[in-house]
């Protein structure tokens, strides 16, 4: 489909769930569809711990947009980064990756930027305690956790060994869960015969929560069965505690329920990762500056019942960003409300009915504690072990996007359940000291 001078412009900021969603319901659209994303890839989170934990590569999660979208004729891909929105001119400015910036002009725009990492006001225990949000960080965290074990095979001393064969989770909503379990996998199938003096017992798994449980979303008996199922595996559940301070020594917690007086509690640790707490992603900020509209405590936008902003018929967000009846930052609230949206311009353009407001179908939750087991709470069902592992399978391949990566994820998942082999045991930085022959040139000469 050619773009033609007055074609109605469809601007979509974000390629994730509800942005890609939009953009793929618009295709029969007669409009100019131009997607802006600051990566150049549509990221399945859902399966990031398969990243981290050396399962996976990342391109079988990470297909590029432009690839996703190659036989979409009205769709466009524009590696960028939005930093302003003027809602008055209704254009918005993207910061290029020539260094150089452009103002997009839209009739219509879609904001579906998701979430970031919250510290609840603590930015400075990223540098210790990274986060698992991108591509980048799973990448990043796959090499910690492997070097880790590196570390450990050559530290003589036992305090010291100890610290490093410690990972300390903090966060037991599904990452947390599912991060614990692979790490505990890892350790006893996959590096226990290949480390000769790795001794399981060693290695330490904490779980660490404010609340009183793990996984707080899904019903008492499944939240039960998964706690009962990560204690099986090795892992130590604490609940209950609020992190005070984490360090590159570890984590400090304090009682939840004890007053400020209570004794605190030290995790050694020289593994910390953050699966804790989201907020909306910094764009939302902008765009409730740019059109004064309210956000909530996590800093989502409160949109309207069809998702548009209040006083914006023209501005719709969706996804992670924005606070609709309270919906979960998952990905089906994402999905639902890209594909009402792209409903909605979709009726508009062709002077039809456009329903009046989004309504969710709750679809469930799932979470996955270890090769063999998960869980999955879909209204009145409840599953659990192996028959929640398949259910969690199927949907997860389902919701991929592309076949070639649906096969791939197979293909991987079967001779990992078959070997408790994972491919992707790839450190990226070599190591490096100042006195080595590349490090220091005095060394060579
Ligand atoms: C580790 C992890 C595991 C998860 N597991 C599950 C699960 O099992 N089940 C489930 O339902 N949900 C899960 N979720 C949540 C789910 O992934 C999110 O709810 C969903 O991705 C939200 O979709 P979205 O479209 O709002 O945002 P996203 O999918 O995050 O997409 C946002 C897009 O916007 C882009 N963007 C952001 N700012 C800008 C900007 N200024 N300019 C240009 N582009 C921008 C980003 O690059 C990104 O591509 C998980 C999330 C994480 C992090």
Redesign the pocket.
């Known amino acids: 489909m050619e773009t033609r001078a007055n074609q109605h412009r469809v601007v979509v ?7 890609l969603a939009t953009v793929r319901g618009l295709r029969d659209a007669d409009a100019d569809v131009l997607l ?4 150049n890839h549509h ?1 399945f ?2 399966l ?2 398969q990243v981290a934990t050396a399962l996976l590569p990342p391109g079988d999660i990470a297909p590029a947009l432009r690839a996703v979208l190659r036989d979409q004729k009205n769709a466009r891909v524009l590696l ?4 302003g929105v003027d809602a008055q001119a209704r254009e918005v400015k993207v910061a290029l990756p020539d260094g150089s910036f452009r103002l997009v002009g839209y009739d219509t725009l879609v904001v ?4 970031t990492d919250s510290y609840f006001g603590h930015d400075e225990w990223q540098k210790v305690a990274p986060p ?2 991108s591509l980048a960080h799973a990448v990043h965290l796959r090499s910690q956790l492997l070097r880790a074990f590196e570390v450990a095979a050559v530290t003589e001393d036992p305090e010291e060994r100890r610290r490093w064969l410690t990972f300390a989770i903090v966060g037991a909503g ?2 947390g869960v599912e991060l614990a379990g692979q790490i505990a996998d890892m350790t006893r199938r996959t590096l226990r015969g290949q480390f000769r003096d790795l001794d399981p017992t060693q290695v330490r798994i904490v779980l660490l929560d404010a609340a009183p449980s793990v996984l707080p979303p899904f019903d008492e008996p499944t939240r039960a069965h998964t706690r009962r199922s990560l204690e099986r595996l090795g892992v130590e559940v604490r609940l209950d505690e609020m992190v005070a301070d984490i360090s590159e020594d570890g984590v400090v917690t304090k009682p939840m329920q004890a007053g400020d007086d209570a004794p605190s509690r030290h995790v050694p640790a020289r593994n910390v990762i953050w699966a804790a707490g989201v907020k909306a ?1 910094p ?1 939302a900020a902008e765009l409730a500056r740019a059109t004064g509209v309210e956000t909530d405590r996590k800093g989502r936008i409160v949109v309207r019942p069809n998702c548009t902003l209040p006083g914006h018929p023209e501005i719709f967000a ?4 924005i606070n609709l009846n309270d919906l979960p ?4 609230p ?1 999905l639902q409300e890209g594909h009402y949206v792209a409903k909605v311009i979709r009726a508009r353009l062709a002077g039809r009915y456009a329903p009046k407001r989004f309504r969710y179908l709750n679809l469930g939750s ?2 996955t504690i270890s090769p063999s087991d998960a869980v999955a709470d879909i209204g009145k069902l409840h599953l659990r072990g192996t028959i929640g592992k398949i259910a969690w399978a199927l949907v997860h391949i389902a919701f991929l996007v592309e076949w070639r990566n649906r096969i791939a994820v197979l293909v991987e998942w079967f001779w990992f359940l078959a070997t408790g082999r994972r491919a992707q045991r790839i450190i990226l930085e070599p190591v490096h000291h100042p006195g080595s022959v590349e490090g220091d040139t005095r060394a060579s000469a």
């Open positions: 900021i974000g390629g994730g769930f509800g942005g802006v994303d600051r990566v990221l989170q859902p990031l711990y960028g980064e939005v930093t579906a930027a998701g979430s698992m949000k599904p990452t992603a764009l969706v996804g992670d960003m930052g998952m990905a089906e994402a799932m979470a």
